[in-house]
């Protein structure tokens, strides 16, 4: 009798056990599926809506001395193929390449407008580093984060573009 009721007990144990495993499953394919939805691939990047303004050939020729432009505009290529290496790096690397980004601006640019994008510029990216770097930013806010970026160097472009072309204007006015 002792040992019918163990048995059976045993068996109840085991049917229990049974449950758990399925429950445990669907737990794991929904981190799985979240996990997945979690990425951001450069299709997700493509997609992403805004205006991107390139600079004229004047304009390039004007910041072609320019490094760090010239590496940000770079790396802001890798980013819209999905390469998050430089953006989500070591912090302090990030905020020296702002201030070398800063302190080399040529004479021709340097203008209250053009600083102000720049500002801009540094804030966006410091935002992306950290909404890149931090486990538990949704995902949605990283593709914004990624958004304020192209857009910040996109006006940062019309913004040269833009001085340059009123230096040229004001040039044809004096004649």
Not at 145 to 151: A, E, N, R, T, W
Not at 158 to 172: A, G, H, S, T
Request: hydrophobic fraction near 35%; proline fraction near 2%.
């Amino acid at each position: 009798m002792k040992i019918i009721s163990v048995i059976l007990l045993l068996c109840c144990v085991m049917v229990l056990s049974c449950g758990d495993d399925k429950s445990s499953e669907s737990q794991t394919e929904s981190i799985e599926n979240t996990n997945q939805n979690a990425k951001i691939t450069a299709k997700t990047i493509e997609n992403i809506d805004y205006k991107d303004y390139a600079l004229s050939p004047e304009s390039e020729k004007m910041i072609v001395t320019w490094e760090r432009y010239q590496e940000l505009a770079m790396q802001i290529n890798y980013l819209k193929k999905a390469d998050f290496s430089f953006f989500n790096g070591d912090k302090e690397l990030l905020k020296k390449f702002i201030d070398e980004f800063k302190s080399q601006i040529p004479e021709e640019v340097k203008t209250n407008p053009t600083m102000s994008r720049i500002a801009i510029i540094e804030t966006s990216l410091l935002k992306l580093n950290e909404n890149l770097t931090i486990d538990n930013i949704e995902r949605k806010d990283k593709i914004t984060g990624i958004k304020d970026v192209f857009v910040a160097f996109s006006n940062l472009n019309y913004q040269i573009n833009r001085k340059l072309e009123r230096d040229f204007y004001d040039k044809i006015q004096h004649e």
